[in-house]
């Protein structure tokens, strides 16, 4: 299990790195484009490249995410619950978000093979969408990793919790 968290949490911090990279190339080329625009004309291509970008940006940053705990959750209702019931939450909603996000990271495969079968590309430059579409896949199939983890955590601390409470009675 340590292994196996080690290495899906190195996964998504450098998906994480990935994504980050392309904030910045974004920020980078939309100030060069709007700088370009002022003296002379708009870069080629820039909206197309700003939403490959996007895509890198979405696929890499969600596991990590995840990881950190940085989505909104309902905390908020489940913090009044008592110990065990927070952990039976927990296993369920990480579980129907690992099945969810597998079957999303298999159908977004899926299409990705359509579009390399079909060969679509970016209007302007001609860019090929599969290789990105398949990497949209892959950061969606490292965040259901992540979620394996979070459900694995969820069911230990269940257990304890069940374990104190039959401990307590």
């Known amino acids: 299990m340590k292994l196996f968290e080690h290495v899906i949490t190195r996964l998504a911090w450098r998906a994480s790195q990935v994504a980050q990279v392309a904030l910045v190339a974004v920020m980078v080329l939309i100030m060069l484009n709007i700088i370009s625009r002022q003296i002379w004309r708009s870069i080629p291509g820039t909206s197309e490249t700003v939403e490959i970008l996007g895509a890198i940006i979405m696929a890499g940053g969600l596991a990590y995410c995840q990881l950190v705990k940085g989505h909104i959750s309902i905390g908020v209702l489940v913090q009044k619950f008592n110990k065990f019931w927070q952990c039976l939450v927990d296993s369920f909603t990480s579980l129907l978000a690992f ?63 069940k374990s104190k409470g039959s401990e307590s009675s």
């Open 99 to 161: 099945i969810a996000t597998s079957l999303l990271s298999w159908q977004v495969m899926m299409y990705a093979g359509r579009m390399l079968e079909r060969g679509y590309s970016t209007g302007h430059l001609g860019i090929p969408l599969a290789p990105f579409i398949y990497l949209v896949g892959a950061g969606l199939l490292v965040l259901a990793l992540v979620l394996v983890i979070d459900f694995l955590k969820a069911m230990r601390a269940f257990k304890a919790s």
